[in-house]
């Protein structure tokens, strides 16, 4: 290929949709009639990509067949795509073909988590003194519930209410001011950016997602992951 093919903004973007195309019709099995629109539903539906670059490819896609089927000038299509296009359909090929690992995104951590019958202070002192604010309590069969600050906060504000001194002394006691929406869900260690992304923002909207090995409830956390690690990872997936 000469050094003109090589930076030619047509081949640069038309070579990273053929990538994208190959790659979903593989990673979904998809048959030769099914259409690039209908892997791109498909590949949103599976976590593979999001809304945003959904839509992208879609509006890509025209652009594919302007440039493919479109009229030519001395061999060169009429029409270049804009480098912020190729930059952009480059970016979603290299995530999609190679997706971040949610763990691998975001910076080390050591999970606090809480036994049961773990005095109350514990979580306060680690409140106090850290940025944690969520902990993940287990019993003796495994876990539990999700200590928020917002259970802590309601056990607070009942508890003082009712004689201006705070009675409950456990996790266990502060877990009963727990709400439905105090949630966490789990996701295995090599949980992809995009999935988690789309555990956090989907319909139940937990507060947090615990990694564990395979995403079981009773294996031991590796990460918890919260509302504001997902600024990392939408940066990273973002057209």
């Known amino acids: 290929m000469s050094e003109h093919q090589a930076t030619d903004p047509a081949v640069a973007f038309l ?10 019709r593989s990673e979904l099995n998809a048959k030769r009639s099914d259409s690039f629109r209908w892997m791109v539903r498909l590949a949103e539906k599976k976590h593979l990509i999001s809304k945003e670059q959904s839509e992208a490819l879609d509006a890509f896609a025209e652009l594919r067949n302007a440039i493919s089927h479109g009229p030519y000038k001395n061999l060169r299509p009429i029409a270049d795509p804009r480098p912020d296009t190729v930059t952009m359909i480059e970016h979603i090929r290299d995530v999609l073909t190679d997706p971040p690992i949610a763990l691998q995104v975001l910076p080390r951590q050591d999970v606090c988590s809480l036994r049961m019958a ?27 519930a999700l200590l928020t600050t917002n ?15 705070l009675d409950a002394t456990t996790v266990a006691e502060v877990l009963d001011y727990a709400e439905a ?47 504001r690690d997902m600024r990392a990872m939408l940066e990273l997936m973002e057209v």
Do not use: C
């Open 15 to 24: 070579a990273a949709f053929n990538d994208i195309e190959a790659y979903l």
């Open 181 to 227: 929406s105090d949630s966490a869900v789990f996701m295995p260690r090599n949980a992809t950016a995009q999935e988690v992304i789309d555990v956090m923002t989907g319909p139940d909207l937990p507060w947090s997602v615990i990694v564990t090995e395979h995403g079981k409830p009773d294996q031991k956390p590796l990460r918890l992951i919260s509302g």
């Open 118 to 144: 773990d005095p109350i202070t514990d979580a306060l002192d680690i409140i106090r003194t850290t940025e944690i604010s969520q902990f993940p309590v287990y019993g003796d069969d495994g876990y539990v």
């Open 151 to 165: 259970t802590i906060a309601r056990w607070v504000a009942v508890d003082l209410g009712d004689n201006s001194h």
